[in-house]
């Protein structure tokens, strides 16, 4: 028997948000919270990129937490590359 329970999807900028938050101990981030502003470095950098790997199943370069810094930003360059 399989297991046919539909998931809902999940919304790219909530769950980058809540890699920012997890990653930098914050429950106070949001989706316009700037990574580095919050306590963000190179290390905690990787460390979002494997939980998105994780989660979405596509290689986030670690280059785009430096030029896209916020959730929301971030989720839209990567919604993008995912298009293609």
């Not at 399989?2 to 930098?24: G, Q, S």
């Not at 101990?25 to 979002?48: R, T, Y």
């Not at 979405?56 to 839209?76: K, R, T, W």
């Amino acid at each position: 028997m399989t297991d046919d329970t539909l998931v809902a999807p999940v919304d790219l900028t909530d769950l980058i948000t809540e890699a920012y938050r997890e990653t930098l101990s914050n429950a106070s981030l949001d989706a316009d919270s700037d990574f580095f502003e919050a306590g963000g470095d190179s290390l905690a950098a990787f460390q979002v990129t494997a939980r998105l790997r994780d989660a979405i199943g596509v290689e986030v370069p670690v280059a785009l937490v430096f030029s896209y810094p916020s959730p929301a930003d971030l989720a839209s360059v990567v919604a993008t590359e995912r298009a293609y």
